[in-house]
């Protein structure tokens, strides 16, 4: 079974708790909780302050937050002082700094995900696999929702998936971008743990039967 995190960069920033509480309430297992620069990537979201609201108005909810940003390590106190259970960062956003940026987000007590862009090399995160909770595998540019899913995807998701078998690493893959129950179902067969979906669950008639779909995909099944 797949987990689903719904990204609420898609929903109307306006009602944010409401959209959100619906999207759990369909079944979302997670909320996966954008923040962007404008320097790390050509976009604004929003910060810890939406965060500790967001918090407030949903406490039981599991907060992923997806740092793209340029200075990681910096805000993740931040962030977990707001409600983040689990904490992202780009390997790209710091070079040379890969170990002290984990160590930081473990020390302000969250678990650790490293997140790589399409044009990464998968083998150079490798060595990070036992040192993170969760690889998440960028299916698109990351800066904004609604783009379209790259089909290098599944492949980059089944080397890292064998690489974690190979070592016996229990180490969760996510992906983020373009998915939906088309995209989901080749990333699930491609051995993929969680599912990030924005647009496709805010744009759907249904999210609680397209939730169910992407939960009944999983690895073992394909
Ligand atoms: C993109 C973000 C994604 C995005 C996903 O930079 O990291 O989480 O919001 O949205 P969809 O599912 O619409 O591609
Ligand atoms: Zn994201």
Redesign the pocket.
């Known amino acids: 079974m797949s987990k689903v995190a719904a990204?609420?960069?898609?929903a109307d920033l306006a009602n944010l708790a409401a959209d959100s509480g619906c999207l759990l309430n369909a079944g979302a297992d997670i909320l996966?909780f954008?923040v962007?620069d404008g320097h790390f990537?050509p976009?604004i979201s929003y910060g810890a302050p939406v965060l500790t609201c967001l918090k407030q108005a949903l406490p039981d909810a599991y907060y992923e937050v997806?740092l793209?940003i340029s200075e990681p390590a910096r805000y993740a106190a931040d962030f977990a002082k707001a409600g983040a259970d689990l904490i992202t960062f780009h390997y790209e956003a710091v070079p040379g700094r890969v170990g002290e940026t984990i160590d930081t987000i473990r020390a302000v007590g969250c678990k650790v995900g490293i997140s790589i862009k399409p044009g990464t090399p998968v083998e150079e995160i490798f060595d990070w696999l036992d040192k993170v909770d969760l690889v998440l595998v960028?299916?698109?540019?990351?800066?904004?929702?609604?783009?379209s899913?790259m089909p290098a995807a599944p492949e980059r998701i089944a080397a890292l998936r064998r690489e974690c078998d190979r070592r016996a690493l229990h180490t969760l893959l996510e992906v983020?971008?373009?998915?939906?129950t088309v995209t989901g179902a080749q990333c699930a067969a491609a051995g993929v743990d969680w599912l990030?979906?924005?647009?496709?669950?805010?744009k759907a008639k249904d999210p609680e039967a397209e939730i169910r779909t992407l939960h009944g995909l999983s690895y073992q099944t394909m």
Not at 138 to 147: D, K, N
């Open positions: 990204s609420i960069l898609s996966h954008d962007m990537v976009n997806h793209m960028m299916s698109v540019e990351p800066g904004f929702g609604g783009q899913f983020d971008g373009g998915i939906n990030v979906a924005g647009n496709f669950l805010f």
